[in-house]
């Protein structure tokens, strides 16, 4: 616009005539909107082709269960051709299939979990399982291998001509979404039932999946959006542990499945070193991942499963699942079990079976802060009463509590503080309680006659 407004400024200074000068002007704003038009032309019909080609899904995804889809292909040459598949994430970078191969399982224990949350499936006899279950389509003649061999190796599968072909694909992800989520203070006006199940959409995740010619442009184009939803636990197993401590745990794996059920899961014609962990008579639903890479797992009898960890500092608690899978593929969830090992300060009291014995705990000023009334509570009431609370921003917090033994030997007990205002916890404490053997000052020995009754005096 500055240029045109000097060639006018010339022109009239050189007192030419303006005629060709609007004339001029004219033809390079039509020119100059022909030309967006076109660009704008060009933009459409693309998003049209794009819009064409591109599929949109919506997986409901259980936590740490395996969803299963596929995305139709064709080959749109007239010649055999070779394709790959590029998967990318939304704020991820970008990674092209395959995924590198799994851990394969050590005594039925799978080490680690899949390292793309979507990924290709490629091996046959994964492939075969599912297409018996239906969850996939099965390739064209039966040729399960079609993914596994040659170029699929490296990413690449070949098409014949205008051949179509069923991309199976898997998704698995271990985001489970209550695990992460703060806690919300209800409005004054209460919530209903359906404010409470309404999900954030902030959860979900976007993938797009293209399969593009080798070296070639973009084809077929798939957006997933993936919604995270929480799954049923079989079992909450909770351990109150001295914090800082190395423990081993046992836990018993699901109970085996009838011939009937693995015929219905479409397990029986599986291979028997693909169905029961390390050795033939396991059974399906015997391979175990742990959500924790700092847990240890290993299987040691034929029902039994052994958890080595290290308890966290008091009062935090580590929360980790253990999934059972019917194959090495990750393919069927059998259970989940959720594990939860609180971390708590260890004190250990000595007192006479019988008697009563007053004690102070103290919390520091770092525990306490930002509280103005400390509530404690016992797990045993009988054993452990809490008689009064007493709280200085400068010194912490003074319990008083009263200790009773009423039989001989070891016992537990656990406390918790907690902000009475908030609720938030503050502290966690196990409390050991030693009961021993009241002291015999004194021995009577009494004789009587049988049935005889005869009134003794005692002095004490």
């Not at 007192?15 to 039509?30: C, Q």
């Not at 399982?105 to 949350?117: E, I, N, S």
């Not at 979404?177 to 703060?182: C, H, I, R, V």
């Not at 015999?440 to 009494?446: E, F, S």
Request: aromatic share 6%.
């Amino acid at each position: 616009q500055q240029k045109l407004q000097r060639l006018q400024q010339l022109r009239s200074i050189r007192r030419l005539d303006t005629e060709p000068e609007r004339f001029s002007g004219h033809a390079a704003m039509l020119s100059a909107a022909e030309a967006v038009r076109q660009e704008r032309k060009r933009d459409e019909i693309t998003r049209r082709m794009e819009q064409f080609h591109t599929t949109q899904k919506t997986l409901l995804a259980p936590f740490a269960t395996p969803v299963f889809f596929h995305v139709d292909f064709e080959n749109p040459y007239n010649h055999q051709a070779t394709f790959n598949i590029v998967i990318a994430e939304r704020g991820v970078q970008a990674y092209a299939d395959p995924s590198p191969a799994p851990t394969p399982p050590a005594q039925g224990v799978l080490l680690t979990p899949p390292v793309q949350a979507i990924c290709l499936v490629r091996d046959p006899e994964e492939w075969r399982g599912l297409a018996r279950q239906r969850l996939v389509p099965p390739p064209p003649g039966g040729d399960f291998v079609r993914l596994a061999t040659g170029t699929a190796g490296r990413g690449l599968f070949t098409l014949g001509a205008r051949e179509v072909l069923s991309l199976p694909f898997r998704y698995l992800a271990f985001n489970h979404p209550s695990l992460g989520a703060d806690a919300r203070t209800a409005p004054s006006s209460g919530v209903s039932f359906a404010d409470v199940a309404q999900q954030d959409s902030s959860d979900d995740r976007n993938f797009v999946i293209e399969v593009l010619a080798h070296q070639g442009p973009v084809l077929r184009r798939a957006e997933v959006k993936a919604r995270s939803q929480p799954c049923p636990v079989a079992q909450t197993l909770r351990f109150f542990e001295t914090e800082g401590t190395a423990i081993e745990k046992i836990m018993a794996l699901p109970p085996l499945q009838p011939p009937t059920l693995r015929a219905a899961a479409g397990l029986a014609d599986l291979p028997t070193s693909l169905v029961g962990g390390f050795a033939e008579d396991r059974g399906p639903g015997r391979f175990a991942l742990c959500t924790d890479r700092e847990v240890h797992i290993q299987r040691r009898e034929e029902d039994e499963l052994a958890l080595r960890l290290l308890t966290p500092p008091s009062p935090q608690v580590r929360s980790f699942f253990v999934v059972f899978y019917s194959d090495p593929h990750f393919s069927r969830v059998t259970a989940v079990q959720l594990v939860e090992v609180m971390g708590m300060r260890s004190e250990t009291i000595r007192v006479a079976v019988g008697q009563s014995v007053d004690r102070t705990i103290c919390l520091p000023p770092a525990e306490v802060k930002g509280a103005t009334a400390v509530s404690m509570f016992s797990s045993h009431p009988e054993a452990i009463d809490v008689q009064k609370t007493e709280v200085d921003p400068e010194f912490g917090a003074k319990i008083t509590i009263t200790v009773t033994a009423m039989q001989v030997g070891k016992s537990t007990c656990r406390l918790h503080a907690v902000d009475a205002s908030t609720r938030r916890k503050l502290a966690a404490l196990l409390m050991v309680i030693a009961a021993d053997l009241p002291e015999v000052k004194l021995a009577h020995d009494i004789s009587l006659p049988v049935l005889t009754a005869t009134r003794k005096n005692l002095s004490y």
